[in-house]
Protein backbone atom coordinates (compact mmCIF):
# COMPACT_ATOMS: atom_id res chain seq x y z
CA UNK A 1 0.00 0.00 0.00
CA UNK A 2 2.71 2.13 1.28
CA UNK A 3 4.05 1.79 -2.55
CA UNK A 4 1.30 2.90 -4.28
CA UNK A 5 0.78 5.95 -1.97
CA UNK A 6 4.36 7.00 -2.77
CA UNK A 7 3.72 6.29 -6.46
CA UNK A 8 0.58 8.34 -6.72
CA UNK A 9 2.87 11.39 -5.27
CA UNK A 10 5.10 11.08 -7.30
CA UNK A 11 2.72 10.82 -10.38
CA UNK A 12 1.07 13.99 -9.27
CA UNK A 13 4.80 15.85 -8.05
CA UNK A 14 5.64 14.66 -12.00
CA UNK A 15 2.12 16.27 -13.10
CA UNK A 16 2.84 19.44 -11.20
CA UNK A 17 6.13 19.72 -12.90
CA UNK A 18 4.73 19.12 -16.23
CA UNK A 19 2.30 21.97 -15.83
CA UNK A 20 5.01 24.37 -15.12
CA UNK A 21 7.13 23.39 -18.21
CA UNK A 22 3.88 22.65 -20.81
CA UNK A 23 2.68 26.28 -19.24
CA UNK A 24 6.09 27.86 -19.47
CA UNK A 25 5.99 26.72 -23.57
CA UNK A 26 2.51 27.80 -24.07
CA UNK A 27 3.09 30.99 -22.69
CA UNK A 28 6.58 31.53 -24.76
CA UNK A 29 4.16 30.75 -27.78
CA UNK A 30 1.80 33.51 -26.80
CA UNK A 31 4.33 35.78 -26.42
CA UNK A 32 5.88 35.19 -29.81
CA UNK A 33 2.53 35.11 -31.57
CA UNK A 34 1.52 38.66 -29.44
CA UNK A 35 4.78 40.22 -30.47
CA UNK A 36 3.88 39.87 -34.44
CA UNK A 37 0.67 41.71 -33.87
CA UNK A 38 1.31 43.81 -30.59
CA UNK A 39 3.52 45.83 -29.21
CA UNK A 40 6.39 44.34 -26.82
CA UNK A 41 5.02 45.63 -23.88
CA UNK A 42 1.53 43.96 -24.16
CA UNK A 43 3.08 40.92 -25.12
CA UNK A 44 5.23 41.38 -22.12
CA UNK A 45 2.29 41.92 -19.60
CA UNK A 46 0.56 38.90 -20.95
CA UNK A 47 3.61 36.71 -21.34
CA UNK A 48 4.23 37.54 -17.60
CA UNK A 49 0.56 36.80 -16.22
CA UNK A 50 0.38 33.08 -18.35
CA UNK A 51 3.20 32.31 -17.46
CA UNK A 52 2.48 32.82 -13.25
CA UNK A 53 -0.15 31.46 -13.71
CA UNK A 54 1.27 28.13 -14.86
CA UNK A 55 3.53 28.42 -12.18
CA UNK A 56 0.84 28.83 -9.90
CA UNK A 57 -0.76 25.74 -10.93
CA UNK A 58 2.25 23.71 -10.59
CA UNK A 59 2.93 25.02 -7.15
CA UNK A 60 -0.71 23.43 -6.07
CA UNK A 61 0.20 19.87 -7.83
CA UNK A 62 3.62 19.71 -5.94
CA UNK A 63 1.96 20.68 -2.55
CA UNK A 64 -0.84 18.03 -2.98
CA UNK A 65 2.07 15.27 -3.68
CA UNK A 66 4.08 16.07 -0.73
CA UNK A 67 0.75 16.42 1.53
CA UNK A 68 0.24 13.05 -0.17
CA UNK A 69 3.06 11.52 0.86
CA UNK A 70 3.85 12.85 3.89
CA UNK A 71 0.52 12.74 5.78
CA UNK A 72 -0.23 8.89 4.40
CA UNK A 73 3.34 7.41 4.41
CA UNK A 74 5.52 8.92 7.13
CA UNK A 75 3.40 10.34 9.26
CA UNK A 76 6.23 11.35 11.91
CA UNK A 77 6.67 14.60 13.57
CA UNK A 78 9.25 15.65 11.48
CA UNK A 79 8.14 14.40 8.30
CA UNK A 80 5.14 16.59 8.96
CA UNK A 81 7.27 19.29 10.40
CA UNK A 82 8.85 19.47 7.12
CA UNK A 83 6.02 19.32 5.58
CA UNK A 84 4.76 22.35 7.25
CA UNK A 85 8.01 24.00 6.10
CA UNK A 86 7.61 23.26 2.79
CA UNK A 87 3.83 24.40 2.43
CA UNK A 88 4.63 27.73 3.90
CA UNK A 89 7.17 28.22 1.42
CA UNK A 90 5.09 27.41 -1.47
CA UNK A 91 1.93 28.99 -0.32
CA UNK A 92 4.22 32.30 0.41
CA UNK A 93 5.21 31.78 -3.56
CA UNK A 94 1.86 31.33 -4.19
CA UNK A 95 0.47 34.59 -2.47
CA UNK A 96 3.47 36.33 -3.69
CA UNK A 97 3.27 35.65 -7.16
CA UNK A 98 -0.71 36.14 -7.01
CA UNK A 99 -0.58 39.52 -5.44
CA UNK A 100 2.08 40.19 -8.35
CA UNK A 101 -0.17 38.95 -11.47
CA UNK A 102 -3.95 40.38 -9.92
CA UNK A 103 -2.44 43.50 -8.01
CA UNK A 104 -4.25 42.44 -5.25
CA UNK A 105 -4.44 39.88 -2.08
CA UNK A 106 -6.22 36.50 -3.35
CA UNK A 107 -9.04 36.70 -0.72
CA UNK A 108 -9.96 40.90 -1.96
CA UNK A 109 -12.79 41.29 -4.82
CA UNK A 110 -12.27 42.99 -7.86
CA UNK A 111 -8.64 44.67 -8.40
CA UNK A 112 -6.75 47.76 -9.22
CA UNK A 113 -6.57 45.61 -12.85
CA UNK A 114 -9.20 43.28 -12.60
CA UNK A 115 -10.74 45.46 -15.73
CA UNK A 116 -7.64 45.12 -17.58
CA UNK A 117 -6.69 41.38 -16.65
CA UNK A 118 -6.04 39.40 -19.83
CA UNK A 119 -8.46 36.74 -20.99
CA UNK A 120 -7.25 32.87 -21.91
CA UNK A 121 -4.93 32.31 -24.89
Known sequence: MEDLIE????IIDVIGVG?????????TVGFVRRLRVGTMSDAYVLYRVSLGRAILLGLEFLVAGDIIRTVAITPTFESVGVLALIVLVRTFLSFALEVELEGRWPWQRGGRHAEDRPGPM
Open 7 to 10: TIGL
Open 19 to 27: VIVGGAALA
